[in-house]
């Protein structure tokens, strides 16, 4: 099985610095860019040319990957994607556009950036109720933003909230570190489900509810993941009563999702939780079974429970993953929708964030052989 993870993990890896044909099941014909928006179809989500979300997504899976990649040169790489993208003109700040530095932080050539960016994070995101960070995107001019008022999304806890942590770590700052422990319990308790202990993509302030009530299976995969990983990053700064509650959230997530959304005959999440008539979703499967094993790492889950189940989801994803590395079955972006149906209607196609989330899941599976 070793060799298997491995031989996929290398692919998967190259296929991700090379991911330039869009490819897809959706036919561009005759649509307008918002209708191709509305499937899903962002050209700037494809490859790893631009500075965005599936691109910071790209280079956290890298930094997590990199110990087990043979010829990845990756300090240098970092630092070229890095300075192409500094001459190439970085896009407004929002949420989104944060993600890049969750993995950039790491290294002396963007602290300076890093350190403009978290003043604006701290100083100047627009902020919802309760003060959650609001989660504006790129507007189709990457200049401005397209406004997402009193909107928290799952989303944010993994494109700014690992930033967030990071830092208050790097540079032993108090407030950031609580800052990172206030929205990763704000996006729990607003986005948690209290029926299925699952999550729902976002939440409104303004309508005080979480618009289509749609169970998405890639919005789980961002909590499921993003919680260990936060509580790794903060470590002992993260006292034992919250550390416990939030991972009372954590593993009732994961039972719920295995017990009552888990397809038993294809051992794959469909991209809407509960309809088994849309499609199974790679992304969010591989996210998921990420978190499970990161959890079951770290002792927050028991091996022996859970670990079975989760060698037959790795093998499930593994078979979406062709001899060229392409991860298969990959719903493109996705803002929030407010139908099961509109979740159904995003397009499969080949994306930077699903090699990376696929990537998380071989690294860190890697580690039980």
């Not at 990957?65 to 970092?78: G, I, P, R, V, W």
């Not at 401005?144 to 009193?150: R, S, V």
């Not at 169970?215 to 909590?223: E, K, V």
């Amino acid at each position: 099985m070793k060799e298997i993870l491995l031989d996929k993990l290398e692919k998967v890896y190259m296929k991700l610095l090379d991911l330039d044909d869009v490819g897809g099941n959706y036919d561009n014909s005759g649509k307008d860019d918002d209708q191709l928006e509305k499937i899903g179809v962002f050209k700037r989500d494809f490859g790893m040319e631009q500075w965005d979300w599936p691109q910071g997504v790209g280079l956290l899976g890298l930094s997590i990957a990199k110990d087990y990649l043979e010829n990845a040169n990756y300090d240098q790489f970092m630092r070229e994607w890095f300075e192409q993208r500094m001459e190439q003109g970085l896009p407004c700040k929002n949420v989104n556009t944060t993600a890049p530095l969750i993995t950039l932080v790491d290294f002396d050539f963007a602290q300076a950036l890093s350190l403009e960016w978290m003043d604006w994070v701290m100083n100047h995101a627009n902020r919802t109720e309760e003060r959650g960070i609001q989660h504006d995107v790129t507007n189709r001019d990457i200049k401005y933003l397209t406004l997402n008022p009193e909107e928290i999304w799952a989303d944010t806890l993994i494109m700014t909230n690992l930033f967030i942590a990071k830092m208050g770590v790097l540079y032993n700052n108090d407030e950031w570190k609580n800052e990172a422990i206030y929205q990763m319990l704000l996006h729990t308790k607003y986005l948690h489900d209290e029926k299925t202990n699952a999550y729902f993509h976002g939440w409104t302030f303004k309508d005080r509810n979480h618009f289509g009530d749609v169970l998405w299976c890639r919005g789980n995969a961002w909590m499921t993941i993003g919680i260990p990983l936060t509580l790794d990053i903060l470590g002992d700064f993260v006292t034992d009563g919250i550390k416990e509650y939030i991972l009372g959230f954590y593993r009732n997530q994961i039972d719920s999702l295995l017990n009552n959304f888990l397809d038993k005959d294809e051992f794959m999440w469909r991209t809407v939780l509960t309809n088994p008539e849309s499609y199974v979703e790679t992304s969010g499967t591989a996210g998921i079974v990420a978190g499970i094993l990161l959890g079951i790492e770290r002792g927050y889950l028991e091996k022996d429970k859970y670990f079975p189940l989760c060698e037959k989801i790795i093998q499930a994803v593994l078979s979406y993953i062709d001899d060229n590395g392409i991860v298969g079955n990959v719903s493109a972006g996705t803002p929030i929708q407010m139908t099961e149906q509109e979740y159904m209607d995003i397009v499969i196609a080949p994306m930077g964030y699903g090699q990376a989330l696929t990537l998380v899941m071989l690294s860190v599976a890697l580690q039980f052989y």
